[in-house]
């Protein structure tokens, strides 16, 4: 909330678009075979590798994040950063597969393509998840999934449906799904044009095309 | 307890922040773009359901760690003032907390509140806002200044050095000779030289106290939050809050409906022509100079200085980052520089 060093463009509109395909665009897979080849590889600034709505994540919040990307096959295609610091793609044939030797305090789950989750997958992840590790499902709105994820006992807590939508001059917004927090949201982002005022109106009852369901997910008890 | 942020947010202390027993699990609303600072973020936590979020997390790493860290200072000297209308207008804060090597994470009370700016910009008609916007501010710098006076004491050479011929100096340093000429220095010097042995106010500055830090409460009619303390310093010459809000207001003013105006047309609205902002800008003025004992013969000497200095911040504060003489600040400075000389401060300020 400082000063900026001048005013915010006149521009309009996100520069960045979603892609149909979330994990062709996230994980290039001439990238990942190159990755795979090498190892750990080089470590990418996240304009380049992950799509471009990830910046409304708070990956800057985590020493050990982890980003997957279910295939159909139930092959998974990962990456694994640091605060904002991210290791290149690789790819594993399950996600039981996938090196654990540590736990990671946030996992994004990026199944938006995945039409149904298996119930077996809650486990698993609260098991790569420190206690208190917070993991953000990215999929279609499904209002039974927030009650599996309890009936799985597994220890993890689903909060309320989020969602992640885009704002003015390529800017991305995670915020819970309700009107109050779309208000909040909204002012604490006025528009900078009227083009953006108009658009903000017509969306208020129209669904915009690039909003992402977002649920996030703690495990095991947030509070003492 | 939380695992982000290497767990410093613990429950006991979001409790404290929110001032009851939070209900997990907790919901985030939190905003990035490709142009955020990479090196600051800010994230509001509210509990799953909830109508409001209760806390504001606020993480920086490098300068921006220690920039943080300055403005809990503030706030806690702020806060430790006697003077309820300071205290009020402070959210209570936590940290900061070291989260990592060079990172801090600092986090406030959520105060359901609006910023000037986010008002501004996002009403139909904003100058019925202009009225009232001025009048809190006015009053909130008007208690900030009564609580925070350390002395008046004449205007001395020191003084001048000090608050007016140094900054002007670093700033002619980094923008170059051929953008700030010897002769705008010196002439902005003895201007200030003038009024040597005049009684001036020595208080604390917010110093950075533009729309967006200035929050409106929903709850009551007047009152103002104030956020965002980095740059506060304990001892500075008085007037330099007031001339910052009145030159950022009338920039940030949607002139155009949801549009911006030109920077120099805007400074000009505010400082030069006799426009309807103007007749705000006056009254505030000598509000504010008739309540701190600032002369005001000193106004446009220390609005150039004050565009000077913010030039300056706005290079340091990113490193590697390069003067650039076309930024607000530096034009503003070019455009007061050469205001013709029947401009209504100058008249006002005799």
Request: charge should be positive; proline fraction near 8%; glycine fraction near 8%.
């Amino acid at each position: 909330m400082t000063f900026p060093a001048n005013k915010p463009s006149r521009g309009v509109g996100d520069r960045n678009s979603i892609p149909h395909s979330a994990a062709s665009r996230a994980f290039p897979s001439s990238e990942v075979a190159q990755s795979s080849a090498k190892g750990t590889g080089p470590a990418h600034t996240q304009g380049q590798v992950l799509p471009a709505w990830s910046v409304a994540l708070p990956l800057w919040a985590s020493d050990h994040w982890l980003w997957l990307v279910p295939g159909s096959s139930g092959s998974v295609r990962y990456r694994s950063g640091a605060i904002t610091k991210i290791l290149a793609a690789k790819q594993a044939p399950t996600l039981d597969q996938i090196p654990s030797t540590i736990s990671y305090s946030l996992i994004v789950l990026d199944c938006r393509a995945t039409r149904k989750l298996p119930d077996e997958l809650w486990s698993r992840l609260a098991e790569m998840l420190a206690p208190g590790g917070l993991l953000l499902v990215c999929c279609l709105r499904d209002k039974r999934l927030p009650g599996r994820m309890r009936a799985s006992t597994c220890g993890l807590s689903p909060s309320t449906w989020h969602v992640i939508e885009p704002g003015q001059e390529g800017n991305w917004h995670l915020r819970p799904a309700s009107s109050s927090m779309r208000r909040l949201t909204l002012e604490l982002n006025p528009p900078y044009t009227t083009r953006v005022w108009l658009a903000r109106i017509l969306y208020r009852w129209l669904p915009q095309r690039r909003t992402i369901n977002c649920l996030p997910v703690w495990r095991s008890r947030v509070l003492g | 307890m939380i695992a982000l942020l290497n767990g410093v947010l613990s429950g006991e202390l979001l409790n404290e922040v929110a001032g009851k027993k939070v209900r997990d699990p907790l919901s985030l609303l939190h905003a990035g773009g490709p142009d955020s600072g990479r090196d600051r973020r800010l994230a509001f936590l509210s509990e799953a359901g909830a109508e409001q979020p209760f806390a504001v997390v606020k993480w920086g790493r490098g300068a921006w760690a220690r920039g943080l860290v300055r403005e809990q200072a503030a706030i806690s000297q702020v806060r430790a003032t006697s003077n309820p209308v300071l205290l009020d207008s402070c959210p209570p804060s936590w940290g900061p907390f070291e989260s990592g090597p060079d990172t801090v994470v600092m986090i406030q009370r959520y105060i359901p509140s609006r910023s000037i700016y986010s008002q501004l910009r996002g009403n139909l008609w904003p100058r019925l806002l202009v009225d009232d916007h001025f009048a809190r501010v006015s009053s909130w710098l008007g208690h900030f200044a009564q609580a925070t006076l350390q002395a008046h004491r004449p205007l001395d050479e020191a003084l001048i050095e000090e608050h007016i011929e140094a900054p002007l100096r670093t700033f002619a340093q980094l923008f170059g000779d051929d953008f700030v000429p010897r002769q705008a220095i010196d002439g902005i010097t003895c201007a200030a030289k003038e009024h040597l042995g005049q009684s001036v106010p020595l208080i604390a500055k917010h110093g950075d106290l533009w729309p967006t830090n200035l929050l409106s409460p929903y709850s009551r009619a007047g009152g103002l939050y104030v956020v965002d303390w980095e740059h506060y310093r304990q001892v500075s010459l008085g007037g330099f809050d007031m001339l910052f809000f009145c030159t950022t207001y009338s920039r940030d003013f949607p002139w155009r409906p949801m549009g911006w105006m030109e920077y120099e047309v805007a400074l000009s609205r505010a400082f030069i022509q006799r426009t309807w902002l103007a007749g705000h800008v006056e009254l505030a003025l000598t509000d504010y100079h008739a309540a701190i004992e600032l002369p005001r013969g000193l106004a446009p000497i220390l609005l150039a200085v004050l565009m000077a200095r913010m030039s300056v911040r706005h290079v340091e504060a990113m490193p590697g980052r390069t003067p650039d003489p076309q930024a607000y600040w530096p034009r503003v400075f070019h455009a007061w520089r050469c205001r013709p000389s029947n401009s209504w401060l100058d008249v006002w300020a005799g």
